[in-house]
C-alpha cells in the first residue's frame, strides 16, 4: 500500500494530477479502480497500454462481415485497428485510458459494424505475452482514506496520514 485517498469518485482510469503521491522514478497514472475494496491502483504510464476488451450487450449490425476493421473507444479518438471475435475486440497496438464502462464502437471504413460496453480490459503485455507466462505489469495500490482525516486550509484537499510502504 502506497498511501491513502479520499474516495473512488475522485479519480479515473489513466489520471495523472491530484493522485498526492510523490518520490516515485516515474509519474505515476490510475490504472484501474476497484469499487468492491475500494482501491485506486496505480502504475507506470506503460501499465495503461490495453490490448484487448470484454464487451457486453454487443449490438451486431455487421452480418457475416469478416473483413478488416477499426475500433473507436473515445468519441474523439480516431479509429484504430482491431479485431472482434464476437465478445473481445483486441487492438492491434496498444490503447491508452481504456476502462469498463465505455463504449467501444466497430467500423468497416464509415460504415458501423456493431459495438458494445466494456466489461473488462487485458494489459497489452498481458495480451502480447499471454502464452509466455507473463502475468501484469507492476502496480502500486492507493487505499480508502479513513473518515478521520481533515481538511488542510491551505489546498482544501483532504490529506491523508503517512504510511511506510509495506
Not at 502504475?43 to 473483413?67: C, E, F, K, M, Q
Not at 469498463?100 to 487485458?122: F, K, M
Amino acid at each position: 500500500m502506497l498511501g491513502r485517498h479520499r474516495g473512488l469518485i475522485h479519480f479515473t482510469v489513466g489520471q495523472r494530477r491530484g493522485l498526492e503521491i510523490g518520490g516515485t522514478p516515474e509519474p505515476l497514472y490510475v490504472i484501474r479502480l476497484e469499487a468492491a475494496t475500494k482501491r485506486v491502483i496505480v502504475g507506470p504510464r506503460a501499465a495503461l497500454a490495453v490490448g484487448a476488451a470484454r464487451l457486453s450487450g454487443v449490438n451486431w449490425l455487421g452480418g457475416d462481415y469478416t473483413g478488416p476493421m477499426t475500433a473507436k473507444v473515445r468519441s474523439l479518438a480516431k479509429p484504430v485497428a482491431a479485431r472482434f471475435d464476437g465478445a473481445r475486440v483486441s487492438f492491434d497496438a496498444p490503447e491508452y485510458g481504456v476502462a469498463p464502462g465505455q463504449a467501444t464502437v466497430l467500423y468497416a471504413g464509415d460504415r458501423v459494424l456493431g459495438g458494445g460496453w466494456i466489461e473488462e480490459t487485458e494489459g497489452a503485455l498481458v495480451a502480447a505475452d499471454a502464452g509466455q507466462g507473463r502475468k501484469n505489469v507492476p502496480s502500486i495500490t492507493v487505499t480508502h482514506c479513513p473518515p478521520s482525516t481533515t481538511r488542510s486550509p491551505a489546498s482544501w484537499h483532504v490529506k491523508c496520514p503517512p504510511r511506510a510502504l509495506a
